[in-house]
């Protein structure tokens, strides 16, 4: 077969074209592709990559799209790794497919191998406001979306059988909607890594990964404090824990929120926050915690640090210790804890030993309890049903009442703002008074977001006019 080959005016990088590839090619599959080009090196220029010249890039080199300049990548291009390769960003980088024509990142190899290239990384002099890769299938990389002290937004992408699906390092991206599932490597591997930095995730999907669906740890030295938000992301089925906060290492704090995730399925616990180190604050609220699995602590184990637990459901989880331990929620050591108006029952142990809550060691003020659920309103069942100072005295005590006598209605309705258990016009009086006359909080805040934006507004009040008068979509998440 002849080939024809052309060299696009893409000024630094090479960029070779191929009408058609036969035969056998150094670095190459033999398989027939139309309009596939060979690209590496920097871009010094503005330059796009579409289907208009080629359908498949293929990189042979490493990129660097240089400082004050923008790769544009428009839907339907495929971008193939050859081994070990990567694409830097000092510019700007935008990818933005969409729902019906998204954007592949992929390997270049017929036999496809988790870890086969290196990374899309965006660096510390990219511009934030113009990199976004949305609409993307990013696969078989290693650090796969790297944000390197920068804060790109990425969003609506399928991001599958990497080593970590996102990689933050000091910086802030906002992660929104995305599907990452089935990362692994031998170790330390997660749906999204976070070292430091103040990075947002909301409404993702973040299922089967092989070691952590999300892990976060402080950066160290030089940027002490990680604060994160953590927001109406699907979180299960990993094989370690659902989120993991390790604050143990450097000098570093966590400080952040948890709320209104589904945390399920997870092997070695829902939620582990280690703040033993240098201590921090982590909120988690409005979630369901459920059917996972620890040593200590299925639902949530959290040592060190401030803890508020509040409006949450919280069951079926397990623990495995044979000792006094708890399915629930196990605490160590922690600086002070409340733990209000949560759903906490059928978690289990492998022996009678097993609790709902363990209140852990004695070396800070009394656990507040109150106003929790215990699947029971007999206070003698609910006392058996928690080990602290009354079972040892080693440890501190865990005050229980008054508790609640029935489940609370959450767990809690999107839409429904004044927490009657429905969503109707009240709702809507409900948040104008709140938006517009300094009316009480919805409750939970979270009902409130009708649309799911992440924010309250007027926008909200329009979207239940048109869910309740005009046949509009139901208040929830896309």
């Not at 990993?238 to 952040?256: C, M, P």
């Not at 060190?304 to 044979?322: E, H, K, L, R």
């Not at 022996?351 to 363990?358: F, Q």
Request: with cysteine.
């Amino acid at each position: 077969m002849k080939h024809t080959l052309k060299i696009l005016p893409f000024l630094g990088a090479v960029v070779l074209c191929l009408s058609s590839i036969g035969g056998e090619m150094p670095g190459l599959s033999s398989t027939v592709m139309a309009d596939t080009c060979m690209v590496g090196g920097p871009i010094s220029t503005n330059t796009t990559w579409s289907t208009a010249n080629c359908d498949t890039y293929v990189v042979y080199g490493n990129i660097l799209v240089e400082p004050g300049v923008t790769l544009t990548i428009m839907p339907g291009v495929v971008v193939a790794f050859q081994e070990g390769y990567r694409l830097d960003v000092g510019g700007a980088l935008t990818a933005r497919g969409t729902a019906t024509d998204s954007i592949v990142f992929t390997g270049w190899n017929s036999d496809q191998d988790p870890q086969w290239w290196e990374w899309i990384k965006f660096r510390n002099s990219s511009i934030d406001t113009a990199c976004s890769l949305s609409y993307c299938r990013i696969e078989y990389g290693k650090e796969v979306v790297y944000c390197d002290t920068a804060s790109p937004t990425i969003s609506h992408c399928l991001i599958r059988k990497c080593k970590h699906g996102i990689y933050c390092y000091a910086g802030s991206p906002y992660i929104v909607q995305n599907t990452i599932v089935d990362n692994h490597s031998s170790s330390n591997s997660s749906g999204i890594f976070i070292e430091g930095g103040s990075p947002v995730t909301f409404g993702n999907m973040i299922q089967q990964n092989n070691i952590y669906g999300i892990y976060v740890l402080p950066h160290g030295y030089t940027e002490p404090c990680t604060s994160l938000s953590i927001t109406a992301d699907t979180i299960r089925n990993n094989k370690h824990h659902g989120i993991r906060l390790n604050g143990t290492y450097g000098h570093g704090v966590i400080s952040g929120t948890i709320r209104s995730c589904d945390i399920s399925g997870n092997s070695y616990g829902g939620v582990n926050v280690d703040l033993s180190g240098y201590g921090g604050n982590v909120r988690i609220t409005n979630s369901h915690i459920h059917d996972n699995t620890a040593t200590d602590g299925g639902g949530i184990y959290f040592e060190g640090g401030y803890a508020v637990i509040d409006s949450n459901c919280i069951f079926d989880n397990s623990a495995t210790n044979s000792g006094n331990t708890a399915g629930g929620i196990y605490f160590e050591s922690v600086d002070s804890a409340r733990v209000h108006y949560n759903d906490i029952w059928g978690n289990s142990g492998p022996t009678k030993y097993a609790y709902e809550v363990y209140s852990g060691e004695p070396s800070s003020p009394d656990i507040h309890g109150e106003y929790n659920w215990w699947g029971t309103s007999d206070s003698v069942a609910i006392s058996q049903l928690v080990y602290d100072y009354y079972d040892n005295v080693d440890l501190r005590k865990f005050v229980f009442a008054p508790f609640a006598t029935s489940s609370h209605p959450y767990c809690w309705i999107r839409g429904d703002a004044n927490d009657d258990g429905d969503i109707n016009s009240a709702d809507i009086v409900y948040l104008i008074n709140y938006l517009f006359k300094s009316g009480p909080d919805p409750m939970p805040w979270e009902a409130g977001d009708v649309n799911c934006d992440g924010a309250i507004n007027s926008a909200d009040v329009v979207y239940l006019i048109n869910y309740l008068f005009k046949g509009g979509p139901p208040p929830g998440c896309p």
